[in-house]
Structures are given as structure tokens and as C-alpha cells.
């Protein structure tokens, strides 16, 4: 409603009009009496309604009404003047303004109006900052990142975003700096951290076929597995490569149905069937005879295939053997040949998938990279998030030209934000995508995406696309004329009159060169529906917040190892819960009270305790006591490291806020559970000695062969001063020491074969798997039970000491 605006308008020009009228009169009156009097008291001392008064108080003169006219006319005179002054001034300020629709560059108030400044760390985007204000992206869509060589992707984007998210998370990582960097803060979230390079001597495992379904299903998922490692080519006829995909798809197939493939479900074991010495034809025709109960569609394939000529077959054969040459190498195969993560968990229980394998071999291995990304897609894509699947996944294609071509993923790419997981793809340019897919499939790729984030612009076909998607604004071009004529001036000169004419024009409001010329401290961000907006970039390693969420999570790098991809599978299943339960050896209805008082005190400062209760456990396994104590300062100094924290009162803690005090009471539930815990090993300790087992332990004992004890050395006499003789101990030699070192160990050895053959002869079935649990047991115990430091209060009282924490 604007009609107020319009009332306060009259309302002054009435009250001008009124003033204007007054001084009219004041003059007249002076003009007609030569005494400035009233002028005066109304100019200088304010009396705005002294004329008024005068007229009204000699009315009845007929000079008076003389000057009221005069002053009437007057004003309204004055009154026509500065209206056509003003609506003049009005309209010229009308004809300056630049027509509607052309861009600008946003503010903070467009940002906030854009939802990019209240993202939460951990389920938002980081893209940069702006006057100091974090910019984050919490929707579901896409997010493209433009770059090229040292631009800044890595410290400005990849890092900070693989250490805040709090979903599960896949990233390339071709030079470890995300392992390296990031891989504790991950471990101290309470997720799995797998360094997956394949070609590489450790690397964590991966099998696709274990994720394959039950039929009817199992024949798209191995034909989805056969697209991805057959790729069609980009010019010529795809006919041999589509017909090897099917045939391909038969021999995985067969991997998974037969019962004589049963430990080699591999693909390896696939290409392997190519290569038994025989036609592969000959092979599949013995297949059918000896095993007739296989599946149709393998059958099938078998069939079509040994139907075909022999060039034919040839062909389609080598198709395959091309490309998956990767398999050849026995690291690829082994690293492909089990699997210590499962996909399906991704949006369950979220965890860490780094692609480590070094760039110098990612050609070799490309195929394998990219038929993970595709199996996540394919896998995530089944069905919608269930009630039990409430995390999301970050899928960080970095380096995303390495890939090769995925066109499954950049069709699938408009539809995968609806099912949990968000996808940021990083490439050096546009023209790296043109040449991958082309032009128009990589504009439906990018605009797809409702974020652009240009850390940098170094190619003119990227530069020209972003210019065009900032926009133009319009500026105002003015032109100059010069007249003569209309009357003339002093000595007869003619007269010259000057004109400004100007118009306005549409320019690009930030052009290619702007943006290849940008400051290497600056980045550009585009968000669909809003105005583009210069951002500040962050160096990762310079920034204070994400070195010291770094430093705090140092103490879970102990939990990062790699195996060696021919060591047998990790010991802990994937259903395993990292750091579930308190050690058995401390378990106990008072340990479990002690437990649960710590996690109450947890929930009351965190919105999700699951990170805190991962890192708690850790922290209470250790023998020593430093974990515990490094845990009470990382809470009393920056808990959201941990996890996020809850606002009390409608506000969040900051940074800079004091949190020893919301945490107090929780530190001193961890304090008092680790006291606990460490009375009762101490005073558990004789178990791991004697008394500790079940009866199939004790029962295997009573057999056991008894170990001879060494003769320790004969004790020598030698002369004192008195000339008496003292019996001392004789220093061993070398030679002897080393001697007597070597009998002890034959000794053990004969020892353990003896305990072996003994159980293998008198244990079997159930006895002998409780026997080994036992043998476990005290393993664990030993490890725990070994004197712990009683130097808690010492710890403590350097960093956390309750009621006097350090500033």
C-alpha cells in the first residue's frame, strides 16, 4: 500500500506551498513599508506563522488584502517555477536510469535471499567466502567446479569439504592428499576410511560381483558391469562392442551361477575362460553338457556364441581381452577379488572411499575407477532412501577428465539427486568435457547443475560459456552536437548551443578476458536464479579453523592402514560397528552404567553422539592414557570438531566461545568411566595368568606339555679384597647370550607345535572354535592388561583438568 507515502507527499507539499506563501507576504509588506521587521522575525527567529497572524489580525485593511493578493500571486508563481524545475529534474533522472533486466553482481543481501550464508558445516557445500561470511550450498543439486593446474581446486574446494562432510564420501585422490590430510578427521567422525588403488601392492578390495542380485535381476546387473568395461566407441559401427557386452555379460553370469566357480566369483575368472587352451566356443559346449541346469540367460549366451563363425567369434573375443586388459595384472585382479566395503551401505552407515592409484598409472586402471563409479550409480539407483538410510553421499569426481567416458553417469545425472547423493565434478576447463562427450552433451551435463564454481578460468571456450551465463548489464553510451543559430551575442557573433544525446547499451557484465585475468585470490560463483557473486578463496593450509580440527583429529591416524591387496580379508565385517563395545575384558554391569552415563552426557551437548561415542571407545581400548586425555581437551577447547553441537538457547556455540563449561559434566563422565576401567584391569590382571577360560581351554591344558625352564648361568666365585670369596653372576658373552637366545627360541617353537598337534588331536568342532575364542581372549587381555600408567591425573592436569581449564 503506498497510499501513506503519497499522504506524507502532499502533506509536504502543502506545508512548502504554505512557508512559500509566508515569506511572499513577509516581503510585500516590507517592500510596501521599508521595514524589515517582520522579515526578520520570520527568517531569522523562526516565527513561521507570524505572517499569518499579521494578515489575519488586519484584515479589514484594504492594504493588507492589497498584499495578501500580491503574495498569493507570488507564490503561485514560485510554486509553477519549481514545479516544472522539478518534474523537469525528474524527468531527466528517468532518462538516466538503465532499462529493466540487465545483471549485476550479487550482494550479501542477494546471497542471504539465495540460502548460500546459513549452510551447516558437515551437510553443506563449501564454495568460499564473502565479506567473511562462510558461502555454502545445502540443496540437492549438482555441483560443477571449474579449474585449471594450480588453480586452487584442492585447497579451496576438495579439502575443506572432504574434512566437513559428515555423509559418506567418494573421492579421487591421485596424490593421497585427502589419506593423508584428511583421513584422521574422517576416522575421528566415527566412519571407515578405504584407500582404494588397484594396480598397487596395498590397496583395500572391491569386488563387483558381490553385489550382484539373485536372478531374475542378476542379468542387468552383469550386463550394467559389462557396458561399463565395454565401452562403445565414440565413431564407427558400436554393433562388436554391443555384441560383446552380451557376451561378456553370459560369462560373468555363469562366474556367479556355476558350482565349480565357487571361491572364484571374479572377473578375472571370466577373462579366464578365454584362455584355458581351447576355443572358447568348445569350452561353452562342454559347459552345456556337463552342467544343464544353468541359468537360461547364461545358456542362452552360450548358445548365441557358439553359433556364430569363427572370425565373428575371434572378434567379439577380442573385444573383450582389450578391454580388460587391467585383469592381466595380478594386482588389479586381487585388489578386484574381495571386498572389505559394501556400496550398498553408502547412504546406511556412511564411510570413506578414497581412489588412490597414482596417476602415472590411472590409464591402466581406468577401467576398474570407472566401473566403481558407475556399480555406486547402479546400486544407489535401485530404490528411493528407506527410513533406515538417512545419510547422504558426496561423490568428488575430481580430475574428472581421467575418468574417461561415463555416458551412463552424465544421463543418469539429472535424476540421482532425488536418491540421496550429490555428485561434484571437477575438470580444468569445458573444452576437457567437449572433448570426452561433446559440446552438446556436455551443455546437458553443466546445466544440469544449478551450482558453477569457477576457482579459476584458463581456456576461452570456458570463459566465453560462464561470461554468457553472468550476464550482460547495460551502460550508457553518449554522443555530442553542437548548433548554430537562434540570436547572436556581443559583436554580432553567432550563437552555438551543445546537445548530449545518449543511449544504452547491453555489455557482458564480467567479459572472457575478465575472467581468464581474475584474481588468483578470487573465484566466481554461479547459482541458478540469482545474480553471480565474486567470493574470496581459502587456502586449506593456511586457514586457522581447518588446521586446528586437523591437529584434533591427529590421534585417529593410527586407525588408517592399507593391507596388502593378497593379505586376507579385514577382520572386521562390514556390518562391523567400528569401536561398538567397551573391550570384553572390561565389560560388567558397572561398565556399562559407567558407559551409558557418558553417552547421556554426550547427547545433551550433540545433536548426533555417534561420532563422540566412536571416538570415546577408541580412546577407552587404548592401554595408555593419552587418548583419554587428548579426547577432554579436544571437548573442552573445540567440541564441534567431534560432532555438531546442539543450540543451547537458540544460539550456536562458537568458536570463540568458552566450551568448558557445556562439556564439563561430560568430561567428567569420561574421566570417572577411565578411572573405572582402570581399577578393574589392575585388578584383573592375574586373569590373563591363570583362571581365565572356558572348560574347553581348561580341558586341552591338563595335556599340554610341560616346558623345561632354562638353567639360568653358574654363578662364579672370585676374591675380594679380604682375600674371602663372593659368589656374583657372571656377565654372559656375546656369543653365549646369542646362543642361549637361540635355544629358548627352539625350545617355544618345539612348544607350539607340540600345543598345536595336542589340540588338533583332543579338540574338534565346537570344543576347538571355543578354544580359539578363548586363545583370542586372552590375546586381547594380555595386550590391555599389561600394567596401565596410573598417570591420568598428570594428563589431565597439563589440558583438561576439571574446574581450572586453561584459557
Not at 500580491?70 to 508563481?77: M, P
Not at 583362571?691 to 672370585?718: C, K, M, N, R
Amino acid at each position: 500500500m503506498r497510499w501513506p507515502l503519497y499522504l506524507f507527499g502532499a502533506l509536504c507539499a502543502f506545508a512548502a506551498a504554505f512557508l512559500l506563501w509566508e515569506a511572499s507576504y513577509a516581503l510585500a509588506v516590507a517592500w510596501r513599508t521599508h521595514n524589515w521587521l517582520l522579515w526578520l522575525r520570520f527568517t531569522r527567529g523562526f516565527e513561521l506563522l507570524l505572517p499569518l497572524r499579521a494578515a489575519q489580525s488586519e484584515w479589514g485593511d484594504p492594504v493588507v488584502q492589497n498584499l495578501v493578493a500580491r503574495a498569493t500571486l507570488g507564490a503561485t508563481i514560485a510554486v509553477v517555477v519549481v514545479s516544472v524545475i522539478a518534474m523537469q529534474i525528474v524527468q531527466g533522472v528517468r532518462a538516466m536510469r538503465p532499462p529493466l533486466g540487465g545483471s549485476r553482481l550479487a550482494t550479501l543481501k542477494d546471497l542471504r535471499k539465495a540460502d548460500l550464508l546459513n549452510g551447516e558445516p558437515g551437510y553443506s557445500i563449501f564454495l568460499g567466502r564473502f565479506n567473511g561470511k562462510d558461502v555454502r550450498y545445502s540443496g540437492a543439486s549438482h555441483i560443477y567446479v571449474n579449474g585449471p593446474t594450480r588453480a586452487g581446486k584442492g585447497v579451496g574446494f576438495v579439502l575443506p569439504n572432504a574434512l566437513e562432510w559428515r555423509g559418506s564420501l567418494i573421492g579421487l585422490d591421485i596424490k593421497r592428499e585427502i589419506w593423508t590430510e584428511i583421513g584422521a578427521a574422517r576416522a575421528a567422525m566415527g566412519q571407515r576410511v578405504f584407500l582404494f588403488s588397484p594396480g598397487s601392492a596395498q590397496s583395500h578390495c572391491w569386488n563387483p560381483l558381490d553385489l550382484v542380485s539373485d536372478w531374475p535381476e542378476r542379468a542387468t546387473d552383469v550386463a550394467n558391469i559389462a557396458r561399463s568395461l565395454i565401452p562403445t566407441p565414440v565413431t564407427g559401427d558400436s554393433y562388436w562392442a554391443e555384441t560383446a557386452r552380451g557376451l561378456f555379460a553370459g560369462l560373468l553370469g555363469y562366474v556367479l551361477d556355476s558350482d565349480t566357480m565357487r571361491g572364484q566369483r571374479t572377473i578375472k575368472s571370466a577373462l579366464k575362460m578365454m584362455s584355458r587352451g581351447r576355443s572358447l566356443a568348445a569350452v561353452m559346449a562342454d559347459i552345456l553338457v556337463t552342467e544343464p541346469d544353468l541359468n537360461e540367460f547364461v545358456a542362452d549366451k552360450f548358445r548365441q556364441h557358439i553359433g556364430r563363425e569363427e572370425k565373428q567369434r575371434m572378434s567379439f573375443e577380442a573385444h573383450i581381452v582389450t578391454a580388460l586388459d587391467g585383469w592381466n595384472n595380478k594386482l588389479v585382479d586381487d585388489a578386484t577379488s574381495r571386498s572389505d566395503f559394501n556400496i550398498a551401505d553408502l547412504r546406511r552407515k556412511p564411510f570413506t572411499i578414497l581412489i588412490g592409484t597414482p596417476v602415472g598409472n590411472f590409464g591402466s586402471i581406468e577401467a576398474v575407477v570407472r566401473l566403481l563409479v558407475q556399480q555406486v550409480h547402479d546400486v544407489l539407483l535401485r530404490s528411493l532412501p528407506g527410513i533406515d538410510e538417512p545419510h547422504k553421499l558426496l561423490l568428488m569426481l575430481d580430475e574428472f577428465y581421467q575418468f574417461g567416458r561415463m555416458p551412463e553417469i552424465v544421463d543418469r545425472a539429472p535424476l540421482v539427486a532425488g536418491y540421496g547423493f550429490q555428485i561434484a565434478v571437477i575438470a580444468q576447463g569445458l573444452t576437457q568435457l567437449d572433448v570426452r562427450y561433446g559440446k552438446p552433451t556436455r551443455d546437458m551435463l553443466v546445466g544440469n547443475m544449478d551450482v558453477k564454481l569457477l576457482i579459476g578460468v584458463g581456456d576461452e571456450t570456458t570463459a566465453k560459456h560462464c561470461a554468457d551465463e553472468i550476464g550482460k548489464h547495460y551502460i550508457r553510451r553518449e554522443g555530442w552536437g553542437t548548433s548554430i543559430g537562434g540570436g547572436s551575442l556581443v559583436g554580432g557573433m553567432p550563437r552555438a548551443s551543445r546537445t548530449t544525446q545518449g543511449r544504452w547499451e547491453l555489455e557482458p557484465l564480467m567479459p572472457s578476458e575478465a575472467l581468464r585475468r581474475l584474481d588468483g585470490k578470487k573465484s566466481v560463483l554461479l547459482a541458478r536464479g540469482h545474480y553471480a557473486a565474486v567470493l574470496d578463496k581459502i587456502n586449506f593450509f593456511m586457514d586457522g579453523g581447518y588446521k586446528r580440527k586437523v591437529a584434533a583429529s591427529a590421534p585417529f591416524s593410527a586407525q588408517l592402514s592399507v593391507p596388502d591387496v593378497g593379505a586376507d580379508a579385514l577382520a572386521s565385517d562390514w556390518s562391523t560397528d567400528a569401536g561398538a563395545t567397551i573391550v570384553s575384558a572390561a565389560r560388567g554391569a558397572k561398565h556399562d552404567a559407567a558407559f551409558a552415563r557418558v553417552m547421556a552426557a554426550a547427547e545433551e551437548i550433540f545433536v548426533e553422539a555417534e561420532a563422540f561415542r566412536v571416538a570415546f571407545v577408541a580412546a577407552m581400548n587404548e592401554a595408555s592414557n593419552e587418548p583419554v586425555a587428548a579426547l577432554c581437551k579436544q571437548l573442552r577447547t573445540e567440541p564441534q570438531s567431534i560432532a555438531v553441537v546442539k543450540k543451547p538457547g537458540g544460539f550456536l556455540i562458537r568458536r570463540g566461545d568458552p566450551s568448558d563449561v557445556p562439556t564439563k559434566s561430560l568430561r567428567a563422565e569420561i574421566i570417572a568411566a577411565r578411572n573405572l576401567l582402570n581399577a578393574d584391569r589392575a585388578e584383573r590382571t592375574g586373569i590373563v595368568h591363570g583362571g581365565f577360560g572356558s572348560d574347553a581351554l581348561s580341558s586341552a591344558a591338563h595335556v599340554f606339555p610341560q616346558v623345561e625352564a632354562t638353567p639360568p648361568p653358574q654363578p662364579v666365585a672370585v676374591a675380594n679384597a679380604s682375600g674371602g670369596d663372593v659368589e656374583v653372576e657372571k656377565a654372559l658373552e656375546p656369543a653365549d647370550m646369542e646362543a642361549l637366545v637361540a635355544g629358548v627360541n627352539a625350545e617355544a617353537a618345539k612348544w607350539v607345535e607340540e600345543v598345536k598337534a595336542t589340540v588338533a588331536s583332543t579338540l574338534a568342532g565346537e570344543k576347538r572354535a571355543e578354544f580359539d575364542a578363548d586363545v583370542g581372549r586372552l590375546q586381547t587381555a594380555a595386550g590391555l592388561f599389561q600394567g596401565t600408567p596410573d598417570d591420568l591425573r598428570e594428563l589431565l592436569s597439563e589440558d583438561c583438568q576439571l574446574g581450572s581449564p586453561k584459557a
